[in-house]
Each structure stands twice: as C-alpha cells, then as structure tokens.
C-alpha cells in the first residue's frame, strides 16, 4: 500500500476539521432561573436617594464606615461619613447619581437626574462563577443566590476580569485578601428575614421578593401613565406594605429581564439605563459562549487525536507485509535487535 506522507496529512487535517466543525455545533444550553429563585427589583423613579439601603447594608454585613477626613474636619465629628464613592472591599451597595444638564427634574434624560443602585445582579448563567477556577463562587440551585466561599478562594481574581457588570472588589489592603461582593443578605434570609438594603428602603425603591414575581411587578409598573397615583409594595411583595405614589414614568423596560442570559437583580428607570452606567449587553451570557468554545476546543483535539490514532494503527497494518518484503526494512529491523 502507498500512502505517502502529503496523503496522510490530507485525510488528518480533514478528519480535524470535521471534528471542530460538529463541536462548534453543540453550543452548551443556556442555563434556566429556578422557579423558587429570590432577587430585588430595584425602581429609581421610586428612590429619593437617602443611602438607607447603604447603611442597612454596612451593618448587615458588618462593612466598616469609610470615613472622609475632610468633611470630619468640616462638620467637627468624626466617623459617621460614608465616603465611597463607588463599590469597593467595604461597600457592596451604592446608590449613585446621574445629572444631565440643568438637573432640574428628576427621572428625565435631558435636563434631569436619576438615582441608580449598584450591587450584585445575581446572574441567571454568572460569569464570575464560570471563570472561578477553584468554584469559590457558586450559584444556589434553589435561590440562584451567587454566593462566596472565602476558604476555597486562591485570589485569582479571573471573578473581576469575567464579570460584565464590574461587581467584585479585591481586598488589596489585607494581608489575605478576600474578593467582596453582595450576597444578597443570604445569612439573613436563612433565618427567614430578606435582604437589609430592601428592609431599610422607606420608599419601596429596593423590593425584595420571587424573581417571578418581581418581574411580572416590573411589567405592571411599565403599563402606568405618567401622572396617575398608583399603589407600590414596600420591602417585599409578600409584606403585604404598601404605598401610593405618583408615577413619574419609565423608560420602556425592564433591565436583567434578558441581559446576559438575565439576572436576578431588576431595574427600573425613568431614563435610558446606559446613561445610568449600566452596559448594554445582549442576551446570551459570556459564560455560555466561552464554555461553549471550551468544549469544542477539548472535543476537536480529542476527536482528531483519535483520528491520527486510528490513522497510525491503519497505516501500520496495511504497510507490514510490505515493511517485511523490503530488503532495506529487513536490515533496520535487523539493527534495532542487535542495538
Ligand atoms: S454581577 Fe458579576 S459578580 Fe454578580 S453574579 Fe453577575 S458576574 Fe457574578
Ligand atoms: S442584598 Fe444585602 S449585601 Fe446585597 S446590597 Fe442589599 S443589603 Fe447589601
Ligand atoms: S433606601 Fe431606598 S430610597 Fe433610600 S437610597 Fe436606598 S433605594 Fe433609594
């Protein structure tokens, strides 16, 4: 049998390529938010930007105050200014603001100002947990709560490249640094409480409750008009509180319904959510597409190992009699021996 060496390379890049292609055909399925899954739903036309939930959470979480010496100096007393300006090692919630022009009037794009919390969104399909190597971070089947285990963690980091929404902070101050992020109060819903950001909020800007529920309150929330006085849960759906407001209007959406895969942290906005700094993401996860190519990276160099494999064996059977007719086989065979 002839088969020479450009043939052989011919049928394996074939047999390679044929393997990569079916590999990029099975996409790893998008994963499902479980029925009992808890979240927050979040209404910045609802916020008057007290920073309640901030302190509710600093004491939930036992987070230190971040003192500014400046505005101590100022106001003459000392340690009660929480100074962060954005999310960091101590703060896991942020109310922040956004000002256009004249900032006259609130929940408006042009001319206006909005509020916007930023915490942990609770990912359906979460990034940082695909990219933990060693799964320090983890997704509760039940809840979907992404939650941290600071014992398995090897301070990688790979969470805060991976995460879309720049959510968890590194400890660099701290001789064994931990990452920090929300948990979304979970040792207080163990015991049958709810997040503190949602129990502090006066206004039911933070609401806790079922994602399902808190989407379909989302939806609801859209369909009013602008002007009209409605009725708004406050701390969670099933508290049975309630307040009436008047609808300032929303922009037409509601954001984590489908951002990347969705998430379990909604928000509502009387402006675009771009402008609130939140980015806009497509509904397919980074998560899914990277272990996606993973896959077919692992099948498409397993499949034409198996490939060459069968290839050398087939070879080396077909090309034996031919190897023990030919004079000059015979005397390397015959050399090999004697070495
Ligand atoms: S927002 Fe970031 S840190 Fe939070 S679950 Fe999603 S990927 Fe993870
Ligand atoms: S759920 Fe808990 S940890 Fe997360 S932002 Fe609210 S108070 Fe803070
Ligand atoms: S407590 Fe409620 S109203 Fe106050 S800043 Fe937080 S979300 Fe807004």
Known sequence: MNIDRR??????????????????????????????????LYDATLCIGCKAC????KDAN????????????????QGIWDASSDLDSRTLNKIKAYAQGTAAVKDRDHDGYSFIKRACMHCVDPDCVSACPVSALTKDPVT???????????????????????????????????????????HLQAEGGIPACCAACPTGASLFGRVSDLLQEGHRRLSFKPGERQEYPIHSLDSGDSRSAEVR???????????????QYLLLAGVPFEDLGLPPLGPESSARLSETIQHTIYQGLAAPALLLGGLVYTVYRRTEDERHDDPASQADEEDRRHD
């Open 144 to 186: 979907g709560i992404v939650g941290y285990n600071p014992d398995a963690c090897i301070g990688c980091r790979y969470c805060q490249l991976a995460c879309p929404f720049n959510i968890p902070k590194f400890e660099f101050d701290k001789p064994f640094p931990k990452i920090v992020k929300c948990e979304m109060c979970r």
């Open 62 to 77: 036992a987070m230190p105050m971040e003192a500014d010496p400046a505005l101590e100096q100022a106001e003459g007393v």
């Open 249 to 263: 209007g929303y922009y037409p959406r509601v954001y984590g319904e489908t951002e990347t895969g969705g998430t």
């Open 7 to 40: 043939d052989f390379l011919k049928v394996a890049l074939a047999g390679a390529t044929t393997a990569l292609t079916t590999g990029t055909a099975q996409a790893r399925p998008p994963k499902e938010l479980s029925p009992d899954a808890v979240g927050i």
């Open 54 to 57: 901030e302190v509710g959470c």
